[in-house]
């Protein structure tokens, strides 16, 4: 039982240090693009906002199978 | 935590069986379906040249969608499209929001999402292979090279796998979330009151995430996938790929007369 344990908070944990770092990414290019031309800055921030919830995905898949597990314990 | 207690309840027992039934989720849906057709219905009537009250709001939105679909979609299947895409963005925020009045949210329900997302499944398939005949389609999978065709079909058939997830882990991830937090604030208001009243303002910072920007943010985003997948379905081979194998065709051509000409002479 521990290991189910474990297992949900590792997946978690994993899931959302990658997540962290591409999303920080997106926003890192959305910055500099918005600082060099302001007057596109509303179309940068919605196409920032669409990439980061592709990114945010992955990120929920680890929370239905963390769910599942702690279901299971 | 037990997992049983996490799914929408059943309702409705159709038979003696116990198996064919009407969960919670499908009667708020269909119940959401009316009424937002009866709203739909009321918008559009007494429809008058120069647009005045409701109407205003009503033209912006509908506006709005049509830009939509024909940004993503081509001009040429913009009209057919714009109203299915409209409704599943009207659906799709009402539906997933639903924890504002304090019921269970619609799509919080992996069988919702799954209806939804084979719905979308369907119509890219359906009009990609009305459009180019299952030739054209299966050449267009094959679009610079013939192993491709493997990447492609795997990449159509998880399509709609992670739409469905993608949509039911947010919202089902955002109720669990309110559900701790109202638990935590029964507990400890349990401690010095009969009735608990740190569950009333106290919550309000998370239901603004989780029950008004994040549906937004999840119907826009099933809209636009289903859209973009919907034109990339329909695009068919690239016309650079027709015109190397026309240029392959024709050399392979060429040697094996050149060599018809040698042999005869």
């Not at chain 1, 521990?2 to 999303?23: D, K, N, R, T």
């Not at chain 2, 009316?34 to 033209?59: D, T, Y």
């Not at chain 2, 269970?104 to 719905?119: F, K, N, Q």
């Not at chain 2, 030739?135 to 267009?140: P, T």
Request: charged share 15%.
């Amino acid at each position: 039982m521990g290991l189910i344990a474990i297992g949900a908070g590792v997946c978690m944990g994993l899931a959302a240090g990658g997540v962290g770092i591409g999303q920080g990414l997106a926003a890192n290019g959305a910055m500099h693009g918005m600082s060099r031309q302001p007057e596109l800055m509303g179309k940068i921030l919605v196409n920032m906002i669409l990439a980061m919830a592709i990114m945010e995905t992955a990120l929920v898949f680890g929370l239905i199978i963390s769910i599942i597990l702690l279901g299971k314990m | 935590m037990n997992l049983n207690e996490l799914g929408s309840r059943i309702i409705l027992y159709f038979g003696d069986s116990g198996k064919v039934f009407l969960s919670e989720s499908t009667c708020y849906a269909i119940i959401l379906a009316i009424i937002l057709a009866i709203l739909g219905i009321w918008l559009g009537s007494n429809l008058k040249p120069v647009p005045k009250g409701k109407q205003v709001w009503v033209e912006l939105f509908v506006g709005w969608i049509y830009k939509f679909t024909e940004e993503n979609l081509g001009k040429e299947y913009a009209k057919s499209f714009a109203p299915y895409l409209g409704s599943l963005i009207v659906w799709l925020f009402f539906a997933n929001s639903l924890g504002l009045i304090g019921l269970r949210p619609i799509t919080a329900d992996v069988s919702v999402t799954a209806g939804l997302a084979a719905v979308s499944f369907l119509l890219i398939q359906v009009n990609a292979i009305r459009k180019l005949g299952i030739k054209g389609r299966i050449a267009e999978m094959c679009d610079p090279f013939h192993f491709m065709i493997i990447m492609e079909v795997i990449s159509d058939l998880v399509f709609p796998v992670t739409l469905a997830l993608r949509l039911f882990g947010n919202i089902f991830g955002g109720m669990i979330v309110v559900d701790l937090w109202l638990n935590l604030m029964s507990n400890l208001s349990a401690a010095f009151c009969p009735i608990p009243i740190l569950r009333c303002i106290t919550v309000i910072p998370l239901n603004l995430f989780f029950d008004m920007f994040e549906p937004l943010i999840q119907a826009y985003i099933f809209t636009i996938l289903t859209a973009i997948n919907m034109q990339r379905g329909m695009e068919g081979i690239s016309p650079e790929t027709v015109e190397r194998r026309r240029l392959k065709k024709e050399a392979r051509r060429a040697k094996r007369e050149g060599r018809q000409l040698e042999q005869a002479s």
